[in-house]
């Protein structure tokens, strides 16, 4: 190409050419790369002005005594606990809010899901006599009427199970809809209790104290205390220009923040690195697994509602751990899907397939056909458990929900747990506060790891805590064993 500057191939060619004028070569080379690429260049130092020399890498930045991050079950039960406190012990003036990076609270809760109401009945006594405006009564209607486990032997064959003790939803568990129940929280907590919500905003970033050193934590970073977090700049180019449109992110600083992002949020994932929480509790690695879900619409005649099935075998071979589920919602819905450990060793499977897979069989086609798949999605469970739960304290902040590892794997249950989690931080968060008296700064939340471990939380993943690592190490048939074992032995 006889237009290519000598900055590109042909300089760095003829550099490479003549050893005996190397630097004349790559001096002409990077004249070349200047002149061709003098945009990108001046782009950077427009870049470099407007943030360093200019000032304008200061975000504005909004105060608040509690910043939660992500508006799930687990975030909204701290906001509401957190305000209850406050006002019961005449501090109107505990300023809370929730950052919700969907573009409305409950766009990314996704669940089964079949609810175990303990947590709601110690957050809200009277839950169901209430009813809040544009939002109407808590979305907890539909109860289990029917507990089923199946044994999947093949693409079309089954045969019925006893249900585990721990599987047993009929008479104290509801069919719901998450993505319901955490609108009508993050609702309630708005209009009831004055917590200020942001959706549409994702945290993007950890603010450290910067009595740190100024560094941001660089040297000392098991000492240094979060401040709070930032939401992402706006408005940047994918070659990393500035639009028009460019907005900083905003600062929330806050004495204390909770991180209920779910499983592998981002911000907490660098939070147990650099705090080493895994190492601290002396925990195991995390493991994972994928839910795949849809909910459909079926006919009358083949809806029951409340009834809940819960399979294992087929679509999965003896090595791999998951299973399928089934569940009658209420309004002649139906919600189905699977769910697989990560540590499959097929590097072949498909979840995705073996979901088509699961649909296809008999009894579960069966109750599909002719119906309407109404939506559908995935998203990864945290699975370790007792053993793989860190240290969900630090000065600043706190683990909670997913992030801290809270599913019970043995009851295929979370919400319950990550609700509880959430209530115990905000325990913990206004008792930490009182001590520390007025000021602005972080306070020790370290106390919170054991309150957890010690509350019915940590007792359910306690009990539980075999149930997992059998599957991982026994395969299917001796984790199954195993599982029946500790329920009815």
């Given amino acids: 190409n006889d237009a290519e500057p000598l900055g590109g191939a042909r300089g760095r060619a ?4 003549a050893p005996g004028v190397c630097f004349p070569g790559l001096l ?43 508006a799930g079950p687990a975030g909204l039960a701290a906001a509401i606990r957190l305000r209850q406190l406050a006002l019961a012990e005449g501090r109107e003036d505990l300023s809370v809010c929730v950052l919700e990076k969907g573009a409305e609270v409950g766009n990314h809760a996704i669940s089964g899901n079949v609810f175990d109401p303990r947590a709601l009945d110690e957050l809200l006594p009277d839950w ?14 539909q109860p289990v009427t029917k507990d089923v486990a199946l044994f999947l032997t093949s693409a079309t064959g089954g045969l019925s199970l006893p249900v585990p003790p721990t599987m047993k939803n009929k008479g104290k568990g509801y069919v719901i809809s998450l993505s319901q129940l955490t609108q009508w929280l993050g609702a309630y907590a708005e209009q009831e209790l004055g917590v200020d919500i942001f959706p549409g905003f994702a945290a993007s970033e950890v603010l450290f104290d910067s009595s740190d050193g100024g560094d941001g934590g660089a040297k000392g970073k098991s000492e240094a205390a979060i401040r709070g977090v930032a939401t992402a700049d ?60 849809e909910v459909w619409q079926v006919p009358a005649e083949k809806h029951n509602p409340g009834e809940v099935w819960h399979t294992a075998g087929f679509p999965f071979d003896s090595a791999t751990y998951g299973g399928g589920f089934l569940y009658h919602m209420e309004g002649g819905m139906v919600a189905l899907g699977t769910v697989v450990g990560l540590d499959y060793a097929n590097p072949y499977l498909s979840p995705f397939k073996e979901f088509q897979r699961f649909k296809l069989h008999p009894r579960v086609k069966a109750v599909l056909e002719g119906g309407q798949c109404l939506q559908y999605g995935a998203r990864t469970l945290i699975e370790g458990g007792w053993q793989s739960l860190p240290f969900a304290g630090m000065k600043g902040g706190a683990l909670i929900g997913c992030a801290a590892g809270t599913l019970n794997a043995a ?16 325990e913990v968060a206004m008792a930490s506060l009182a001590a520390a008296g007025e000021g602005e700064g972080p ?11 010690e ?35």
């Fill in 234 to 293: 706006m408005g940047i180019a994918k070659d990393g220009s500035f639009k028009e449109t460019f907005t900083r992110g905003i600062a929330l600083e806050a004495r204390v923040t909770l991180f209920g992002e779910g499983c592998r949020g981002s911000l907490s994932e660098q939070l147990k690195k650099r705090f080493a929480l895994l190492e601290k509790a002396g925990a195991d690695p995390q493991t994972y697994g994928l839910g795949i879900k």
């Fill in 14 to 17: 003829a550099a490479r050419a």
């Fill in 28 to 70: 002409l080379a990077s004249v070349g790369q200047f002149v061709a690429h003098g945009q990108l260049f001046f782009e950077a130092a427009v870049k470099f002005f407007f943030f360093v020399v200019d000032g304008a890498a200061e975000r504005e930045a909004m105060r608040y005594d509690v910043c939660v991050v992500g």
């Fill in 411 to 426: 009851r295929i249950k979370g919400v319950h747990t990550a609700m509880k989690s959430g209530m115990v931080a905000a």
């Fill in 128 to 141: 169901r006599d209430l009813a809040v405006d544009g939002a109407g009564a808590v979305p907890v209607r």
């Fill in 443 to 453: 306070v020790d939340m370290a106390a919170y790891d054991q309150r957890l471990r």
């Fill in 455 to 489: 509350s019915w939380v940590g007792q359910e993943l306690y009990e539980a805590r075999n149930f997992r690592p059998a599957f991982a190490s026994l395969g299917m048939y001796g984790g199954m064993a195993n599982a029946a074992l500790e329920a009815f032995v």
